[in-house]
């Protein structure tokens, strides 16, 4: 009888982190977290903001890191608009920064909840498929996940939660995590840096505008690091 007790036990603990998420995800929602962050709130919050960052920067840097890592590994959305908060807030160094370390952050924390809650479970029910797919994603780790990183069609949570999946080691996915966002990382928080002169004019960015300027030298950078996956593969297709 204990025998038997202790791995429902454990195996129900396993999946309270995720549960965790899912209900703070759902009370987010529900408060409607995600809808609050837009330019309209930054334009009227303006003086406020700017005013607490410059008495309080320490305290400022803090609960940003704090909100993005929340926003991140509770799978909030908005993490883009809380990106170009930092811009609007910390400058484009300041807030690249702050933004890469929370983002990296709270990637980590969701990366380590999904690899204790759904990696494992998975790999001892994997079917030859995903076997196969796991042994492909070990072979080039650093090359898969910046590839996932870089893609502008993959959804954040889902770069963060599939190295999980199949196997990332902790560091290997924390390094491509820091470098695969930095190209985002600057491009919107260089748009957050300029909304001060843009709110004086009566201008407003247009982010859609933007985002498909960039899309092009995202794939790019997909393919880039995705090559030594493709050129490991055709050399081992040609003769001997």
């Not at 190209?183 to 004086?200: E, H, K, N, Q």
Request: glycine share 10%; hydrophobic share 55%; proline share 7%.
């Amino acid at each position: 009888m204990n025998e038997t007790s202790k791995p429902k036990s454990g195996g129900w603990l396993r999946f309270l982190p995720l549960l965790v998420i899912v209900a703070g995800l759902g009370a987010a929602i529900a408060l409607g977290l995600h809808k609050q962050l837009s330019f309209e709130t930054l334009r009227a919050q303006r003086e406020t903001l700017t005013a607490f960052v410059a008495g309080q920067p320490v305290a400022a840097v803090a609960i940003f890191l704090g909100v993005y890592i929340a926003f991140t590994a509770l799978m909030i959305p908005g993490a883009l608009w809380i990106t170009i908060a930092g811009g609007f807030l910390f400058d484009l160094a300041g807030g690249a920064a702050a933004t890469a370390v929370g983002a990296t952050l709270g990637a980590t924390l969701l990366f380590l909840v999904a690899r204790t809650s759904l990696g494992e479970p998975l790999r001892r029910r994997a079917g030859p498929f995903l076997k196969r797919l796991e042994a492909g994603f070990q072979e080039n780790p650093f090359s898969y996940m910046l590839t996932l990183r870089f893609l502008p069609v993959v959804p954040f949570p889902v770069a963060n939660i599939a190295p999980a999946v199949l196997g990332a080691k902790l560091p290997d996915y924390m390094i491509t995590t820091a470098l695969g966002i930095m190209p985002g990382v600057l491009a919107y928080t260089w748009i957050g840096s300029g909304l001060g002169a843009a709110f004086d004019s009566g201008a407003e960015p247009n982010i859609a505008g933007f985002a498909k300027q960039l899309l092009p030298a995202f794939f790019a950078l997909a393919a880039v690091s995705l090559a030594p996956v493709l050129i490991k593969r055709a050399r081992r297709k040609k003769p001997a």
